[in-house]
């Protein structure tokens, strides 16, 4: 997206560690019960980096996020589909041109299999220019008798277990707005300078290899170059084609961070986060009485909630009455995340209550967090087929219940990497050793995206028909 000048925020006032943006309640968050925090040891350090945040300039503009906030109502009333795609934990090191145009290519590709497939609007998203904290399930790790804090993203701290990068460092949220702000300036140059122009489909696919799925791509690239030639023979207007909106979100974990980057919107008054277009509340974080939900429920953005296996009935309807009161439509998502084995089995009841209430958030279905396994030579993957029965089964309850599949959640890359077992052109973990780059959680390929992508244009035709 680019921004709209008449939407820029006011200047945000004195640098203070709890942010400039004065608003009631921004600050009740922090009587909360919080979880997922790191420890600051130097006090002056963090002052400082909430200091230097406080007075730096908004990443995204109020106006960029009212548009997003429409194009997910579309989407939850059926009329749109979400494409959200990117790391499991962006990296520093990860912001060059060429991995965030590999990525970014990856997704349009992606989105136009899916509009041309199902004849249907992909709002596009990247999981980018943010991504850099991530929960763990435990405070510590410890190899060879020697214990140190986890990895928590480079947000925080570093990935080499030693006592130096492990330190968590208040500079590095300077470091991730700094490189927040040269992703975005990279991923609008691209989206809006030209790169994206849907006549350009046979180019995004320079520089893959070659496998089934890219074949695939190429027949339906020559469909769309015929059609568009037509178009333009028959003077149609291609303004529209030229430029996407793309927008960015990330999990909303550090909340001093989000805090630091909230501001007022001069038109109407209210506070937006500006870290991101659109912020998620996490599984672990998903308390309804906690800092995360609190602070989440105060500002203007689209909120998205990961909903696990878990999650009972009244657990969704709660966080409905807690983070979308006004039921405004485009507000609230739901990420469902329950793996290919549990989602049959717990999302109906889910589904079926709070269609039954009246509500209607936008329904996102997130198959990898629930399909991770071990591999026999000790890595952490994924398998193709798992990921593809879940987002199978995220179908066929929604078909059942009558409710919109809205959207894909999905942790990718542009690269051509070896993290997840199968697909067309098969991964085996013998490819871990060489290809294998993740700090975190494994992600699909270029190729195995757009496999997905092909296989979710299938789901979309028919998830009208009942079951």
């Known amino acids: 997206m680019i921004s709209d000048p008449t939407t820029d925020f006011p200047a945000f006032g004195s640098a203070q560690s709890n942010g400039a943006a004065d608003y009631p ?37 109020a106006g960029e996020v009212d548009q997003l906030r429409a194009q997910l109502a579309a989407a939850a009333r059926g ?16 912001a060059t041109a060429n991995k965030i145009s590999a990525k970014v290519k990856t997704i349009l590709q992606m989105a136009v299999v899916l509009t041309y497939g199902a004849s249907l609007p992909v709002v596009k998203m990247g999981r980018m220019a943010g991504q ?4 763990r399930s435990s405070d510590t790790e410890t190899r060879d008798g020697v214990t140190l804090p986890s990895f928590r993203g480079e947000i925080v701290n570093g990935f080499d277990f030693t006592p130096e ?32 122009d849907l006549r350009s489909v046979h180019a995004w696919n320079q520089g893959f290899m070659k496998n089934p799925a890219y074949s695939r791509y190429e027949e339906m690239a020559g469909q769309i170059d015929r059609a568009v030639r037509f178009m333009d023979a028959a003077g149609v207007d291609f303004s529209a084609l030229r430029r996407t909106d793309f927008f960015t979100a990330h999990e909303a974990l550090l909340l001093d961070y989000e805090r630091a980057l909230t501001r007022i919107d001069s038109r109407s008054g209210l506070p ?27 500002v203007r953005n689209p909120i998205g909630v990961k909903l696990g296996p878990t999650t009972r009935p009244e657990d969704a309807l709660a966080l409905i009455d807690r983070l979308d009161p006004e039921r405004e439509p485009g507000r609230l998502t739901f990420i469902t995340r329950m793996g290919a084995e549990k989602i049959r089995e717990h999302l109906p009841a889910v589904v079926e209550a709070v269609r039954d209430s009246g509500a209607q958030p936008l329904w996102v279905t997130d198959p990898m967090h629930g ?70 959680d494994p992600r699909l390929n270029h ?21």
Request: proline letters at 4%; charged letters at 25%.
């Open 25 to 61: 309640g921004l600050d009740d968050w922090r009587s909360k019960p919080i979880s997922q925090q790191p420890t600051w040891e130097d006090p002056a350090e963090f002052e400082a980096a909430l200091a230097e945040l406080s007075s730096a300039p908004p990443l995204v503009f």
């Open 79 to 94: 009329e749109a589909f979400l494409l959200q795609g990117g790391d499991c934990a962006e990296t520093f090191a990860g």
């Open 132 to 135: 850099y904290a991530k929960p």
């Open 165 to 196: 990068s492990r330190r968590h460092d208040p500079h590095r949220m300077v470091q991730a707005y700094n490189t927040s702000a040269a992703t975005l300036n990279l991923v609008r140059a691209f989206t809006q300078g030209g790169f994206a």
């Open 272 to 298: 937006y986060s500006t870290s991101g277009h659109f912020l998620w509340i996490g599984e672990r974080t998903r308390n309804l009485d906690g800092a995360h939900v609190d602070f989440l429920s105060k």
């Open 371 to 440: 399909n991770t396994v071990t591999a026999a030579n000790g890595y952490k993957t994924r398998r193709f087929d798992d990921v593809m029965d879940e987002v199978q089964g995220f179908f066929e309850v929604h078909r059942a219940a009558g409710t919109y599949p809205g959207g894909l959640h999905v942790e990718m890359t542009g690269d051509d990497v070896a993290e997840c077992l199968g697909g067309s052109d098969p991964i085996d973990e013998s490819a871990f050793a060489d290809r294998y780059e993740t700090l975190v």
């Open 447 to 467: 190729q195995q995206s757009l496999e997905m992508a092909f296989l979710v244009t299938e789901a979309l035709s028919h998830r009208g028909r009942t079951a």
